[in-house]
């Protein structure tokens, strides 16, 4: 009895041994041809495609909520690449490098706060955002483009002296955000001061000035161009002691490409990026992104809110914003030729 019993056992025991390796229905059997999976991919059943990076992206970025919803911070996990992580090598990454695109990573400490939540009330502001380029005279011989980007140190103070002594405040884009979605007030004849492209003069002409009339200016960074060291640009020690001093630095994507009609992958790339990039530096989460050239689509707007930005700029000129264009915000582009009584004539405009 003992030993049938016994016998009965072993059968059973066989039994779930070799159920237990057979494969499910729908699981895969590899051979030894067989390509093997990605060790980042968990298995999925057979018939639904395997999730690439970019469909499940494509999923997490489908529209959420309201217009005027902040990036939520569940949100950020779920636009992290799903291939192996790697860490950014600390060696300065030149713009050649863009054609690898290595999945952007995000520390952990990178967890962001949510921004201010939204309060349903629907608002308006006019708060003319000044966009400055190079603050320096152009060289012998610059183009019309560059002569037309850039604004000379003298002239650059007399718009300072300008907004100072006329009864404007300089405030910066969060406390515009912050009248937009809850209604903290904003002082009289607000404005904010943008530079793009982050050129070596920002610091050199345009910081002193901003110290000596105490206003912040918001700088845009193209960051594999100041990790690469390339001339014309600051560079991180700048930026870095720039920012103790309380200005404020956010994202001009990482090279500056036309970030229309790009793939989410190339998008969240540039990203995380640019926002791993600074982070890295000066210790906070950019919440901005100044779109390169203004260039920007739907898919752009969304992967930068995933990725827990607050807004984007924009080339767009107007001055009037509002709790649902955030991400579309309009600016005033400050050309060289522009007289003090240009840039009043500018601030007073009612668009
Ligand atoms: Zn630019």
Redesign the pocket.
């Known amino acids: 009895m003992t030993r049938r019993l016994g016998l009965g056992t072993v059968i059973i025991l066989f039994l779930l041994a070799v159920s237990a390796c057979t494969p499910a229905a729908g699981e895969s059997v590899l051979t030894p041809g067989s390509p093997q999976p990605s060790p980042s991919v968990s298995p999925v059943p057979t018939g639904t495609p395997a999730l690439s990076p970019s469909r499940a992206l494509t999923v997490t970025l489908s529209p959420t909520a309201s217009p005027t919803a902040l990036p939520t911070a569940t949100a950020s996990p779920t636009v992290l690449p799903t291939t192996t992580p790697t860490l950014r090598p600390t060696a300065t990454p030149g713009p050649t490098e863009t054609a690898t695109m290595p999945p952007p990573t995000v520390e952990p400490s990178a967890t962001p706060t949510p921004g201010p939540a939204p309060d349903g009330s629907a608002r308006s502001a006019r708060v003319p955002i000044l966009m400055y ?1 190079y603050i320096s005279d152009p060289p012998a011989g610059a183009n019309a483009v560059r002569r037309d980007l850039s604004v000379s140190p003298a002239l650059f103070e007399s718009h300072l002296r300008y907004l100072r002594d006329h009864g404007y405040h300089v405030i910066t884009l969060d406390d515009l955000l912050r009248f937009l979605t809850s209604g903290q007030p904003l002082p009289e004849r607000p404005v904010i001061l943008t530079f ?2 982050g050129y070596l003069d920002n610091y050199i002409n345009a910081f002193p000035l901003l110290k000596r009339y105490s206003m912040v200016g918001h700088f845009f960074l ?1 960051t594999d161009f100041v990790d690469a060291g390339q001339a014309d640009y600051m560079t991180w020690p700048q930026i870095e002691e720039m920012s103790a001093a309380g200005q404020r630095f956010g994202s ?1 994507s990482r090279n ?1 490409p036309d970030l229309r009609g790009q793939s989410v992958d190339y998008l969240v790339w540039q990203a995380l990026g640019g926002l791993e990039d600074i982070q890295k530096h000066l210790g906070y989460h950019p919440r901005w992104i ?1 779109y ?2 203004g260039s920007y689509d739907k898919r752009t707007i969304q992967v930068f809110k995933s990725a827990n930005y607050w807004g984007g700029l924009t080339t767009v000129q107007g001055a009037t914003h509002t709790g649902d264009g955030i991400f579309e915000l309009s600016r005033v582009r400050v050309r060289g030729s522009y007289s003090i009584d240009d840039l009043a004539r500018l601030l007073a405009l009612d668009w």
């Open positions: 380029h793009d492209d193209i001009h500056h100044a390169p050239s």
